[in-house]
Every structure is written in C-alpha cells, then in structure tokens.
C-alpha cells in the first residue's frame, strides 16, 4: 500500500505520518529528507525559498519502493499513491501553532489560505481519501481513527471544511 500524507505546515504530517507507517508496518519517508539528499531537484532559490524541479517526481519514482507512507505539501510530485491522509486543522489553531513556529504573517496569511479554501483536498486526484481534523485529537487518536479508516476502507473526501465566514475573514 502507498500512502501520501499531506496537510499544511503544521497539521502533524511528519508526527502522523510515522505513526501511520508503524501501526500499518510499512516504511515511512519524508520528502524534504529526500531533497536533501538529491540536490538536484533543487531548480533554484527563491527569497530563500527552494524551488522544486518536475525531476523530483522521477527521483521519488527510483526511490520508494513498493509500499510506504511519505509526508510532504508536494503532493504534485508523489507518484501513484494508492490512499491520501489529509491533515486538518481549524485555522484559528492552526495560526497559533505556526506563530508558535516563528511563521512570518506573510506565511501564516498564505498557510491559511491553504487550508480554509480546501486546497489538498481540491488537488486530491484520487476517491480514496481520509480526511481528518487534528486540531483537538492527540496525535496517538488521530493515527488510530486515520488506520482504521484505511483498513475499513472508509473514505471521506471533503468531511472537513472552514468555509463559514468567520475564517473565510481571516485570509481577507
């Protein structure tokens, strides 16, 4: 089984994503380990951002194996997943966790944009989905509902949303 886990900074991917690849008994890898270790994929930096090459599809192609659970916001790049975890997180949450981070406003505006317009679940390219809120759950809770709903194979694409106006105002 190939499981992406996606979510924006600060949803748990990397805390839930190891749990998940645990309790499932598969491999887990994070993408940002794998660009580090192939530079190549770097295209360029940005205002100190790294800018991330197609090749990256190619490189994780090589590299995975069969089965695994894998964290990263690229999920463009992560080819033939079989099920897509989507962290959620409510945004007045989800903005203190980042300020928590040292997030610049800039980036906090921009992450929670992410999140409130639904954009991973927009980008999901597959039925199979476990959407999940991780906002109030420990992460232990949350790999246990996210595990038995792969293995039951209940998927609930768009089950969590933000869209009512109180944090549709906060990205205003």
């Known amino acids: 089984m190939k499981v992406l886990v996606t979510g924006t900074p600060g949803t748990g991917k990397t805390t839930n994503a190891r749990k998940i690849a645990y309790a499932l008994k ?26 991330i090459s197609p ?4 490189v994780l192609k090589r590299v ?5 659970v894998i964290d990263t916001h690229l999920i463009e790049y992560v080819p033939d997943y079989d099920v897509l975890v989507i962290l959620r997180c409510e945004p007045k949450e989800l903005k203190k966790r980042l300020k928590e981070r040292s997030y610049s406003e800039e980036k906090i505006k921009e992450n929670l944009e992410v999140e409130i317009l639904d954009y991973f679940t927009q980008k999901a390219e597959t039925k199979k989905v476990v959407e999940i809120d991780t906002s109030k759950d420990s992460s232990e809770d949350n790999t246990k509902k996210i595990v038995k709903m792969i293995k039951g194979k209940k998927w609930n694409k768009g089950a969590v949303t933000w869209h009512q106006k109180k944090y549709v105002e906060m990205i205003k």
Do not use: C, W
Not at 55 to 58: R, V
């Open 26 to 51: 598969l491999p887990y890898y994070n993408v940002t380990t794998i660009i580090n270790t192939h530079p190549s994929v770097i295209e360029k930096m940005e205002k100190g951002v790294r800018v």
């Open 55 to 58: 090749k990256l599809k190619t």
């Open 64 to 68: 995975l194996p069969d089965d695994f």
